[in-house]
């Protein structure tokens, strides 16, 4: 080993879903959504002109910031942007995250926070979900350094009730709380309205699930404005110019139409509530999911085979080969018609049980 390797920084980076690109393939695995972004987006991305593109960016955003304070009823001082929620997230932690205690999130989560407290050298303790993939909330009764958790968490689906969440911020005003709200917009109860009243709590959303544009990378927090300065004087003393251009415009453009948000969320919910039914009726079992996916297992049924089968037939889903879900997989809500080519392909694949 050279001298210099004895001074890196390891670490164990966080696996993405795969992100194969097969004409025909259907692709069930990293919760995107299957409908594209708002027609105005498109207008505003070709709207650029190349001599803005010449120019930095506005390094506070505010054209996306206000549009978001007008969109949340709240101000512009409560928000916060970055590239994607995973941006936002990181720069949280590295901010919030400092006292030396353990900061706490479920053993069975998003798999980034364990990479990001690694990272930023933040202890961490995990604590388990009861065995219905419930957050006890008692759980974060207790001394910590910060507490994290997605609702509804991933990749579970589960929401925890709003006053269950709202006990879990009261109880821990010593410490900042952050709610991941990835997926709230499909049907959730979010803790955005909370924020007045409690200034430990920084809400983070994303444009990358219910406003269909991972592709863009937007993401944001709503907080205390003391959190608000607090990310942005980390912010900009990492990267000051993280959202550009394109991005910003996109993002504004795609707040401006709340009719098709409203439209295309309402339909990943009905196909979602069809799912159910179809799959219940299959044999298999879940636990009830309020966001844009179905983490499902089937008593009879060995997930990686399933999962290695689907992927034989170009039909993508995640599986996660850990402790206590690997018997699951999950399953992103896609359209109508790629959810009956996936039900075609498990009639097929279950005819033989029982
Ligand atoms: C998808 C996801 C994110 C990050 O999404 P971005 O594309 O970075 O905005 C954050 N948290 C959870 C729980 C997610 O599922």
Redesign the pocket.
């Known amino acids: 080993m050279s001298k210099w390797e004895e001074n890196i920084r390891r670490v164990t980076p966080y696996t993405p879903g795969e992100q194969p690109n097969r004409p025909g393939m259907i692709k069930l695995n990293?919760?995107e959504n299957p409908y594209p972004p708002a027609p105005g987006v498109t207008g505003a991305l070709r709207a650029l002109k190349r001599d803005e593109l010449l120019r930095y960016p506005d390094p506070t955003a505010s054209a996306l910031t206000g549009a978001l304070a007008r969109e949340y009823g709240v101000s512009p001082e409560q928000i916060f942007v970055g590239?994607?929620?995973?941006?936002?997230?990181a720069m949280a932690f590295m901010t919030f995250f400092n006292s030396g205690r353990p900061i706490l999130f479920p053993d069975i989560?998003?798999s980034?926070y364990p990479v990001w407290a690694e990272e930023f050298r933040i202890p961490y303790e995990c604590v388990p979900l009861d065995a219905d993939f419930g957050i006890r909330k008692e759980d974060y009764f207790r001394e910590n350094g910060g507490i994290v958790f997605?609702n509804p968490?991933?990749?579970t689906g589960v929401e925890l009730a709003a006053e269950d969440v709202e006990e879990i911020i009261r109880r821990n005003p010593d410490v900042v709380v952050i709610v991941?709200e990835?997926?709230v917009d499909f049907g959730a109860h979010s803790a955005l309205r909370l924020v007045e009243k409690y200034d430990n709590l920084l809400v983070?959303q994303?444009?990358?699930?219910s406003r269909s544009m991972?592709g863009m990378?937007?993401?944001f927090a709503v907080g205390n404005p003391a959190l608000i300065r607090y990310l942005n004087d980390v912010k900009y003393s990492f990267n000051s110019y993280t959202m550009n251009r394109a991005a910003l415009a996109c993002g504004v453009a795609a707040l401006e139409d709340r009719t098709y948000f409203e439209e295309t969320t309402k339909k990943i919910i009905e196909t979602r509530e069809n799912a159910k039914r179809v799959l219940r009726e299959m044999g298999f079992c879940f636990p009830d999911s309020q966001a844009n996916f179905l983490f499902i297992t089937h008593p009879e049924l060995d997930a990686k085979k399933l999962f290695e089968a689907l992927r034989a037939a170009d039909i993508y889903v995640r599986y996660f080969a850990q402790p206590r879900i690997d018997s699951y997989l999950r399953v992103t809500i896609g359209t109508d018609d790629q959810m009956e080519a996936l039900y075609r392909f498990l009639r097929d694949y279950t005819k033989g049980l029982k």
């Not at 590239?83 to 997230?89: C, E, H, I, N, T």
């Open positions: 990293t919760n590239v994607g929620s995973d941006d936002v997230l989560t998003y980034f997605p968490n991933a990749p991941d990835a997926y983070v994303t444009f990358s699930k991972a990378r937007i993401g």
